[in-house]
């Protein structure tokens, strides 16, 4: 059954320093989303991506954030300059064509350490 | 603001007990919802989602839930648990958008 992949499965990194979350999404989706989920807190939307650009963002989503789909498989979020309230477990998922509210299919997460 | 409520954080049962969990989401127009399910170390899963038509929605493993409109709430319901079903239960909500709104999710387990 295909799957969303995302890599690597936990990453630590100095406060300030770059970061990119990679995702494998599933390979005839269209739609892809990042979310994130602080510990103890809910899942939070960050971003849906469609057509090579950004449908919607949340407040969180502001300019220390970007996400591109650099190739035909690939989508990633960067983080420029991390904060250590940006420590959280960041979630892929995409969605097949056709229907707006088809079922996401989300990946394992990737947990981020910001130190 | 758009949010959604899950009430119970953490349910302990015995197996074949039946369960329900609540999910209240704030009123603004047309709803998506859906509960989904992340068993320990995999990922979220779907269970199932309600978009119009029945109220009573049936998912997979012998899951349902209920939108009543008239109460903004959608519980999900099993009438019968299995040690398997031991995970954590997240209610989400879309509104006109496909950004999924998530409750704070509750943790299910069941005892043998």
């Known amino acids: 059954e295909p799957e969303v992949t995302q890599t690597p499965s936990h990453q630590v990194t100095q406060m300030g320093q770059e970061v990119i979350l990679r995702c494998v999404p599933i390979?005839?989706?269209?739609?892809f989303y990042w979310y994130r989920q602080i510990l103890g807190q809910k899942v939070e939307f960050l971003v849906s991506?469609?057509?090579?650009?950004?449908?919607?963002k949340s407040e969180i989503f502001d300019d220390q954030f970007s996400v591109e789909r650099p190739d035909g498989s690939n989508f990633t979020l960067k983080i420029r300059s991390t904060k250590l309230e940006d420590s959280a477990m960041y979630f892929c998922?995409?969605?097949?064509?056709?229907?707006?509210?088809?079922?996401?299919?989300f990946g394992p997460g990737t947990r981020l350490t910001v130190l | 603001a758009q949010s959604v409520s899950q009430h119970n954080h953490h349910v302990i049962l015995s197996e074949a007990a039946s369960l329900e969990l609540g999910c209240n989401y704030s009123y603004g127009g047309t709803v998506n919802l859906f509960w989904y399910v992340q068993y320990p170390g995999q990922h979220l899963q779907l269970l199932l989602k309600?978009?119009?038509?029945?109220?009573l929605v049936k998912g997979i493993k012998g899951f349902e839930a209920e939108f009543i409109k008239s109460k903004f709430s959608f519980n999900l319901r099993k009438p019968s648990v299995q040690w398997s079903d031991t995970a954590e239960y997240f209610c989400a909500v879309s509104y006109n958008t496909d950004k999924l709104i998530f409750g704070t999710g509750t943790r299910l387990q069941v005892f043998p």
């Open positions: 309600y978009f119009s038509g029945d109220p």
């Open positions: 390979s005839n989706h269209l739609y």
């Open positions: 991506f469609y057509n090579n650009e950004i449908s919607e």
């Open positions: 998922a995409s969605s097949e064509p056709g229907d707006l509210y088809n079922e996401q299919f």
